[in-house]
């Protein structure tokens, strides 16, 4: 059964360590308040903390051993890729880079738990946020034999108590009362909060952005890029074919230098609270505007239209720690089947935080200009239009005439509705 077991004594767990102050002194409590082997496991997702630093720390702190699992491919495989066939943003406005990072993150620990033998999967994760659901949900999913203890839930510290903690009992850690932010990247996005960030009043001061520059410093004229895509996956940046990892580690950077992508988000977490984060994630945003554009240029209206519609329903299973549970994995073979024709190339202008889109092409384009133009060479039938008109407003007519028939007070009038229906097909 899942669930912390008080009565059962963990002789192996594998804690899910991020290096961050959660985790870190999650390591001294678990040692310190189970008697139990801690086995320090790191998912390389595209965070930019120094890992191997990690690891020792981890080894310092008390871990019996530290592992660093190197996952960038498989997170833009098998997570990211799908995320950007779906458009998927929680809200319309978070690119979900710490959601789809946490499914990844349990699959590695899950694999790794029954290589070494150990009973227990541990998160540094609090009680209040979505990532504790998460983790425990795609541990449900994946190893319903493996037990689950959450001690940053269960020891109750404030996160100030928590840095008095790590200094007490000389945990190393990077949180200073200077820089109190709570940073969690992926190659996806960085979401930071905490600190000065909690009044929703306050701008973010420039110090917690770590991928993009300010308006002020960013540069002075625009810069074009010409993003390709087969079937829905990024493969090419301005003509050069790029395997989608090193496309989005790219893209990163040059729209980031542009100020691209930070999103100050009031959030809905999926406990029930609102909070405020702060995201940056400069290729996701670029990416998925791509994205959607070239499938305005090749899908259908109603195909469109339909899965514009499901798409946040996809963007919040994400969120909310479903990414293995059916609906998540039906909706995904929809969208998966939407991307035949979403081959070609966008033309993005980059420039002072904004990416606007002011190119695209396809072999698949159902744009026609000899239908939308209204030069010479038209040749949509105007004459259609006519016909067209009556049978689509029909509807509307007839219910006008319902309408018209009813007095002041709303009764009908008999006589004006036998009158009005005859009048309907003239
Ligand atoms: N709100 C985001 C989510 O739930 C990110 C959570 C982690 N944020 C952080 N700053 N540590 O997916």
């Known amino acids: 059964m899942n669930g912390p077991r008080e009565e059962k004594e963990h002789k192996k767990v594998l804690l899910a360590y991020s290096g961050g102050l959660d985790t870190s002194v999650a390591i001294h409590w678990l040692k310190e308040n189970q008697d139990c082997e801690v086995i320090a496991v790191t998912v390389d997702v595209g965070q930019s903390d120094d890992l191997k630093a ?43 880079g710490t959601a789809l990072a946490r499914p990844l993150i349990v699959e ?16 540094g994760c609090t009680g209040k946020g979505n990532d504790q659901v998460r983790f425990e949900v795609a541990i449900m999913a994946l190893a319903p034999d493996i037990d689950i203890l959450a001690p940053t839930r269960e020891w109750n510290m404030s996160r100030e108590e928590e840095i008095a903690y790590a200094e007490e009992h000389g945990v190393p850690t990077s949180v200073t009362s200077d820089a109190p932010y709570s940073i969690d990247e992926s190659l996806w996005s960085r979401a930071i909060e905490c600190g000065a960030l909690e009044d929703a009043w306050v701008e973010p001061p ?12 960013s540069p002075a004229t625009p810069e074009y ?14 003509g050069t074919a790029m395997d989608p990892l090193d496309l989005i580690e790219s893209l990163n950077e040059l729209a980031g230098r542009h100020g691209i992508g930070r999103i100050d988000h009031i959030e809905n977490r999926l406990v029930g609270i609102k909070s405020r984060e702060i995201y940056e994630a400069p290729a996701a945003v670029v990416i998925t505007k791509a994205h959607q554009d070239l499938e305005s240029l090749v899908m259908p209206k109603d195909l469109l239209h339909y899965k514009r519609g499901m798409e946040p329903h996809y963007a919040n299973a994400i969120y909310d720690g479903l990414w293995f549970s059916p609906l998540r994995k ?8 939407t991307q035949e024709n979403v ?15 002011v190119g695209r092409e396809s072999p698949y ?3 026609d200009s000899s239908l939308s133009t209204y030069d010479k060479g038209d040749l949509f039938d105007h004459s259609a239009a006519r016909g067209f008109i009556y049978v689509w407003g029909l509807p509307s007519k ?12 709303g009764v009908m009038n008999e006589f004006a509705v036998k009158e009005g229906s005859q009048g309907v097909c003239k």
């Open 54 to 96: 990690a690891m020792r720390r981890a080894k310092v702190i008390g871990a019996s051993r530290a592992w660093v699992i190197g996952a960038k491919k498989e997170f833009v495989k098998d997570y990211v890729i799908p995320a950007i066939k779906a458009n998927a943003m929680y809200e319309g406005n978070y690119p979900l």
């Open 108 to 123: 590695k620990l899950v694999e790794m738990a029954h290589r070494l033998g150990a009973d227990t999967i541990a998160h």
């Open 206 to 217: 420039e110090e917690v952005f770590g991928w993009t520059a300010g308006h002020e410093s």
């Open 225 to 238: 890029v010409e993003i390709g895509f087969s079937e829905g996956v990024p493969v090419s940046l301005d």
């Open 330 to 337: 039906a909706m995904g073979a929809f969208v998966e089947k």
């Open 343 to 357: 081959t070609g190339v966008i033309r993005i202008k980059l420039f002072k935080g904004s990416a606007v889109v």
């Open 365 to 367: 384009s159902l744009y």
């Open 398 to 409: 007839a219910a006008a005439m319902v309408g018209a028939a009813k007095d002041g007070n």
